[in-house]
Structure formats: structure tokens, C-alpha cells
């Protein structure tokens, strides 16, 4: 649904608080941010940020502000595996050591007892960090800490096979990735391959135009591929994974 201007800067703002502090603001801090006089005012207008499905409060909780992602599109192109099994709850998911990406670790808020905001991403399946793997379509959504979801859309592909090891993003893990169709050298992408396959490597264009899919593991060959060979699907962020079995 849309949103008025006043909305979405009140969305954004929240969206930040929580992603630096890792739990929500109260209606007295988005009041004070934007200079407002009345509490009322915030209070209508997260109100209808709640009735068209942004975000979800809880009544008997000062800072009660959980994100929701309906306002994420689902990636057109990149879709996932009908077999993902996980069904877990956010607390089974802990961040992953990731260097050069920015992680939230699940908690509660210093000054009361609620948890730390948690988001809702679509669920795409399974990505290949290792050959390209086949995408299924598969509409689940997962539950995200909200402090490690960008700022552009963003979805979550469960990592299948061991080439990003060295980058300590193994088998079974969950990748959240922020949807861009442009890169920097040194990030970790989801390319979508010609022929319609999808791979998890970090992203070196060359002098000459080609581009190096590079793995974290020496039994796996680099991709050289050229431009049309292949698209940006997005780029990842943030890994989790489930310590319990």
C-alpha cells in the first residue's frame, strides 16, 4: 500500500534506529527526531503504518516496533527450492562470522525486556556455493533480526555446498541478501547465470570488461564470464545459521 511522505520518513527512521541500536525507538524519540509536539501525532501515523501492514506492535510493550518486510518485492528472477526444510523460529539463527558485512546478534533491549526487532524476508530456497544450482519457485518468508537487513529490498537464500568456506559461509547457512543489480570488487554476489542458474561468489571485474566469480576454496575453479553472460542478482550482507539440529 502507499505510504505518505510523513510514513515512509517515519518507516526509515525507525528502520535505522533499530538496524545502529538493535531494538526499537519509542513514540517520545520519532517525536523528538522530527520535531513534533505531540505523541498523538506519531502515534496516528505508526498506527497506519501498522493497519497497512509495515510494521506490528505489541500493546503492552514500550518499544514494541517489529519490522515487517511487505514493502520487499520478491526478486523476479532469482527464486528458490521447494525442498528447504527449515521452519526454525528467529531465536535458532545466529549470525555467522562474516567479515566486511555488518551483523546484528539477537537480543533484548537494554532498557526493558523485549526482544530486538525481528523483520520477515522472503525465503527463496537454496543457492549454489559451489556449482550453480537450479531455482525452484517457493513463496515462504523467514525471520530476520531487523538490525541486519539493508537498505534496498532484500530477500534470504539458504547456501548449498562449501566453495565460500573460506569466507566462512558454509552448507546450510542462511545468506540475506540486499537486492542490487551492481556491485564492488570484493563483494559477494548472487550471480544469475545464463541459462538461468544462480551462484554465490565474490565479484573482480577486470581491465578487460570480463568478470572473475571467485570462490573461498581452492578445489572450486573461478568463473570468467562476460557481460551478458550473466546478471547481479544481489549482494550479500549479512549470513546466519541454525545451531540447533
Known amino acids: 500500500m502507499a505510504l505518505t511522505r510523513r510514513?515512509?520518513?517515519i518507516l526509515d527512521f525507525v528502520a535505522d534506529f533499530i538496524r545502529t541500536r538493535r531494538y526499537s525507538p519509542s513514540l517520545e524519540e520519532i517525536a523528538a527526531h522530527f520535531g513534533l509536539n505531540s505523541v498523538a501525532t506519531v502515534h496516528k501515523h505508526v498506527s497506519n503504518l501498522e493497519k497497512k501492514g509495515f510494521i506490528r506492535?505489541?500493546?503492552?510493550?514500550?518499544r514494541?516496533?517489529?519490522?515487517?518486510?511487505?514493502e520487499l518485492p520478491m526478486p523476479a528472477t532469482i527464486v528458490g527450492?521447494?525442498?528447504?526444510?527449515?521452519?526454525?523460529?528467529s531465536s535458532d539463527l545466529q549470525p555467522a562470522a562474516f567479515p566486511g558485512a555488518e551483523h546484528a546478534a539477537l537480543g533484548v533491549a537494554p532498557d526493558d525486556a523485549s526482544a530486538s526487532a525481528i523483520a520477515r524476508l522472503p525465503l527463496l530456497g537454496r543457492v549454489a556455493a559451489g556449482r550453480p544450482l537450479e531455482a525452484i519457485v517457493n513463496p515462504e518468508t523467514i525471520a530476520v533480526?531487523?538490525?541486519?537487513?539493508?537498505?534496498?529490498?532484500?530477500?534470504?537464500?539458504?547456501?548449498?555446498?562449501?566453495?565460500?568456506i573460506g569466507e566462512h559461509i558454509q552448507d546450510g547457512d542462511f545468506v540475506i541478501v540486499e537486492k542490487r543489480e551492481t556491485?564492488?570488487?570484493?563483494?559477494?554476489?548472487?550471480?544469475?547465470?545464463?541459462?538461468?542458474e544462480a551462484t554465490l561468489k565474490t565479484y573482480f571485474r577486470d581491465a578487460d570488461g570480463s568478470v572473475r566469480l571467485v570462490p573461498a576454496n581452492p578445489e572450486h575453479r573461478v568463473l570468467v564470464v562476460q557481460?551478458?553472460?550473466?546478471?547481479?542478482q544481489g549482494v550479500v550482507i549479512g549470513?546466519?545459521?541454525?545451531?540447533?539440529?
Open 239 to 245: 549470513v546466519m545459521r541454525k545451531l540447533r539440529h
Open 64 to 70: 514494541s516496533i517489529d519490522l515487517l518486510a511487505t
Open 183 to 196: 556491485a564492488r570488487d570484493g563483494e559477494k554476489i548472487i550471480a544469475l547465470l545464463d541459462g538461468g
Open 57 to 62: 506492535r505489541a500493546w503492552n510493550r514500550s
Open 145 to 164: 533480526p531487523a538490525a541486519m537487513v539493508g537498505r534496498h529490498p532484500c530477500y534470504v537464500l539458504q547456501v548449498t555446498g562449501n566453495s565460500m
Open 7 to 9: 510514513q515512509r520518513e
Open 81 to 89: 527450492d521447494g525442498s528447504s526444510s527449515f521452519r526454525g523460529r
Open 227 to 232: 557481460q551478458g553472460e550473466f546478471r547481479i
